[in-house]
C-alpha cells in the first residue's frame, strides 16, 4: 500500500463516517434524555429520499439537507408524543419507521422517478475534489456538531437538565424541570441530526438515492453510541472507526485479494466484535428507555 492509498483510505473514511457520527450524536442526545429510539435507519432512508427530493426542486444541495433535517423533525416528532406524551413502548415506533421506510422509499423511486433500483441525483451539494477523492464540507459540520453538542451537554445548564431528566426524572420534576418538554425535544434533536445524516448521504456523498442505501448505518449508529459511553465525543471517534473499516471495504473489494463478499462484511464483523467487547460494561442512563408518569 503506498501513501496515495493511504491518504485516500483516510478521506473515505472522513466521508464514510457522517452518517454514522450525526446518528450516533443525536442518539446520544436523546438517550441521554431517557428517549429510546431503533428507527434510525428508516429515518437515514426517508431522509436520504426526500432530501434528493426537496434538492432537485430547489436547485439547491443546501436545501436538500434541510429537506433530510425536516424528514428527520416530523419522524422525531411523531416518536417524542407516542413515547413521551402517550407513555407509549420506546422500541414498537421504531420498528414502525423502520418497516415504513423499507416500503415507501422503494415505491417512491419508481413513482416519483419512473426509474426502479436507484435514482441518479441531478442536485448535489458542492465538495473539494482532490486526486485523491472529495471531501465535503460537511465532514467539517459534523465534527463541530459532535463538539458542540458534548459541550452543551456536559458543560452548560441545559444539558445538566438534560440529563437529569434522563437519570432521575422525579428530582428533575420535583425541581420544577418540565420532564416531558426536555425529552420530547431531546428526541426532536437525536431525528433531526439522523435525517441530517440522511440527506448527506444522497446529496453531499453518494449522488444516489436505493432502496437499500443506509445498509445497517442506523444501527452501526446505535452500536456505536453504546460504544462511546453516552459520549458524543468518543461517538464522533468511533464513528471515524467504523468509517474507516468501509473504506478499508472499498479498497480492498477490487483488488479481490480475499472474496468480495467477506469483504464487504467487514464493517459489520467489526461491529459485532466492538459491541461484543462492551456487552456488560455499558451503563445507559437510569431511565433511558422508561416512560415518566408523574404522581
Known amino acids: ?83 413521551v406524551y402517550l407513555k407509549g ?40 475534489n482532490t486526486k485523491y477523492g472529495k471531501i465535503s464540507p460537511m ?16 458543560k452548560t445548564p441545559l444539558g445538566l437538565r438534560v440529563r437529569s431528566v434522563g437519570e432521575n426524572p422525579e428530582a428533575a420534576d420535583a425541581l420544577g424541570i418540565n420532564v416531558e418538554k426536555y425529552r420530547f425535544w431531546s428526541t426532536v434533536y437525536g431525528h433531526a441530526l439522523a435525517g441530517l445524516g440522511g440527506a448527506y448521504m444522497s446529496v453531499a456523498w453518494l449522488g444516489v438515492v436505493q432502496k437499500t442505501m443506509s445498509a445497517g448505518r442506523g444501527f452501526i449508529a446505535l452500536a456505536n453510541m453504546v460504544f462511546s459511553g453516552w459520549n458524543p465525543l468518543v461517538a464522533l471517534l468511533g464513528g471515524w472507526l467504523f468509517g474507516f473499516f468501509d473504506a478499508l471495504a472499498a479498497w480492498l473489494a477490487p483488488l479481490h485479494i480475499i472474496p468480495g463478499q467477506f469483504i464487504l462484511m467487514l464493517p459489520y464483523i467489526m461491529t459485532l466484535i466492538i459491541v461484543a467487547g462492551i456487552i456488560g460494561k455499558a451503563r445507559p442512563p437510569k431511565w433511558d428507555g422508561r416512560p415518566y408518569k408523574r404522581e
Not at 483510505?9 to 472522513?14: A, E, H, Q, V
Not at 436520504?48 to 436538500?64: K, L, Y
Open 89 to 128: 413502548d420506546h422500541i414498537i415506533p421504531g420498528i414502525g419507521i423502520n418497516l415504513l421506510a423499507m416500503g415507501v422509499v422503494p415505491f417512491g423511486i419508481l413513482a416519483y422517478w419512473g426509474t426502479a433500483g436507484q435514482h441518479q441525483v441531478a442536485v448535489t451539494l458542492w465538495s473539494w
Open 139 to 154: 465532514v467539517f459540520v459534523t465534527i463541530a456538531i459532535a463538539v458542540i453538542t458534548w459541550w452543551v451537554l456536559f
Open 1 to 83: 500500500m503506498d501513501l496515495g492509498s493511504i491518504i485516500s483510505i483516510l478521506i473515505t473514511s472522513l466521508m464514510a463516517m457522517v452518517p454514522i457520527v450525526l446518528t450516533s450524536v443525536g442518539a446520544v442526545w436523546s438517550e441521554r434524555a431517557g428517549v429510546v429510539s431503533i428507527g434510525y435507519e428508516g429515518v437515514l432512508l426517508m431522509s436520504a429520499f426526500f432530501g434528493a427530493i426537496a434538492a432537485e426542486v430547489t436547485g439547491s444541495g443546501i436545501m436538500g439537507l434541510v429537506g433530510g433535517i425536516a424528514t428527520g423533525i416530523i419522524f422525531g416528532i411523531l416518536h417524542g408524543v407516542l413515547t
